[in-house]
Nanobody, 121 residues
Framework: QVQLVESGGGLVQAGGSLRLSCVAS????????LGWFRQAPGKEREFLGT????????YYVDSVKGRFTISRDNTKNTAYLQMDSLKPEDTAVYFC??????????????WGQGTQVTVSS
């Protein structure tokens, strides 16, 4: 199995940017597609997007399309979530997750612990 650790969260003003990292260990990183999720207080976990095993394909939900970018560097066992034009409603705990599948409906058995992102108005 694969272990995932997120980092890069913090406090940022509205309109600012953050880049989250997700470092994997365990099985070969290229065996997994990666997804990013978030969960705001009192809300259900929300799927944001995913990147395929080699990084050639990405998918985003409409709410973040054009503002968030997912990438990966398989030589560093790391995936990234670049977040631009941040809004207060983007405040949440952000998670990366790994799956053997790819696509918006994939099941994700492996999860990181999450990193807090707070966007001030």
């Amino acid at each position: 199995q694969v272990q995932l650790v997120e980092s890069g969260g913090g406090l940022v003003q509205a309109g600012g940017s953050l880049r989250l990292s997700c470092v994997a260990s365990g099985r070969p990183f290229g065996d997994y597609a990666l997804g990013w999720f978030r969960q705001a207080p009192g809300k259900e976990r929300e799927f944001l997007g995913t990147i395929s095993w080699t990084g050639r394909r990405t998918y985003y939900v409409d709410s973040v399309k054009g503002r968030f970018t997912i990438s990966r560097d398989n030589t560093k066992n790391t995936a990234y979530l670049q977040m631009d034009s941040l809004k207060p409603e983007d405040t949440a705990v952000y998670f990366c997750a790994a799956t053997a599948d790819y696509g918006p409906s994939a099941h994700y058995p492996y999860w990181g612990q999450g990193t807090q992102v707070t966007v001030s108005s």
